[in-house]
């Protein structure tokens, strides 16, 4: 069964630093990445899609891919209260002819004034 | 542009019955997916629809069903209800075959008492 596996946090830094929010996936032929932010009570929404091995920016999101170590991680920087949230990674799986996001559990971020 | 809506935010019903959820995709979405979500679970795959077309399944009980109209809202029904449903229940749209992943709707609070 394809996996896609998170630390589920919580993850606590103080405001202005680096967060580091890490993902693991099982399926070697995925070549979809994915970071989503889910507020609490509300629908998580797209921050960071990622395809090809390197890094990614985006303001003050990187995020960061190893296809050989089956790895993707998102870095956020000048971490600001209203990050806190928790973080869901996701990999399209392409088996067959149908496509689906697999999900991790997300980690949970919390960034202390 | 108008995003993915869901209909009702919120909804209680008692065990043993039905409910339908509905999703209104954005405009020129094609494709929709439904999720559940629970504390435990985590976002576990429904199913996805393209152009009234059931594309892929993810492994719930025949319980859960849904379907697609001529103009891609898309309708999931959930009968002989449980007390294990209660869940938030999300819908996501996307473009067929793109790989920028989806935009979700606020999702339906169901709570099955």
């Known amino acids: 069964q394809k996996e896609v596996e998170q630390n589920s946090g919580p993850l606590s830094v103080p405001e202005g630093a680096i967060a580091s929010l890490n993902c693991t996936y099982s399926?070697?032929?995925?070549?979809?990445f994915f970071w989503y932010r889910q507020y609490s009570g509300k629908s998580p929404e797209l921050i960071m899609s990622?395809?090809s091995n390197g890094d990614k920016e985006d303001g003050r999101f990187t995020a960061q891919l190893n296809k050989a170590s089956q790895y993707v991680s998102l870095l956020i920087r000048d971490s600001q209260p209203s990050d806190s949230a928790t973080y869901l990674c996701?990999?399209?799986?392409?088996?067959?002819?149908?496509?689906?996001?697999?999900w991790g559990l997300g980690t949970s971020l919390a960034v202390n004034p | 542009k108008a995003g993915v809506t869901q209909t009702p935010r919120y909804l209680i019903k008692t065990r043993g019955q039905q409910v339908t959820l509905s999703c209104s995709p954005i405009?020129?979405?094609?494709?929709v997916s439904w999720y559940q979500q629970t504390p435990g679970q985590g976002l576990q795959f429904l199913f996805e629809?393209?152009?009234?077309?059931?594309?892929n399944k993810g492994n719930f009980p025949g319980r859960f069903s849904g379907r697609q109209f001529s103009n891609s809202r898309s309708e999931m029904n959930v009968s002989t209800l449980e007390l294990g449903d209660s869940a938030l229940y999300l819908c996501?749209?996307?473009?067929?075959?793109?790989?920028?992943?989806?935009?979700f709707g606020s999702g339906t609070r169901l709570t099955v008492v």
């Open positions: 399926d070697r032929g995925s070549q979809s």
């Open positions: 629809y393209f152009s009234e077309t059931q594309r």
């Open positions: 990622i395809y």
């Open positions: 996701a990999v399209i799986d392409n088996a067959g002819n149908n496509r689906k996001l697999i």
């Open positions: 405009s020129g979405h094609r494709s």
């Open positions: 996501a749209s996307s473009l067929p075959r793109t790989a920028d992943g989806y935009t």
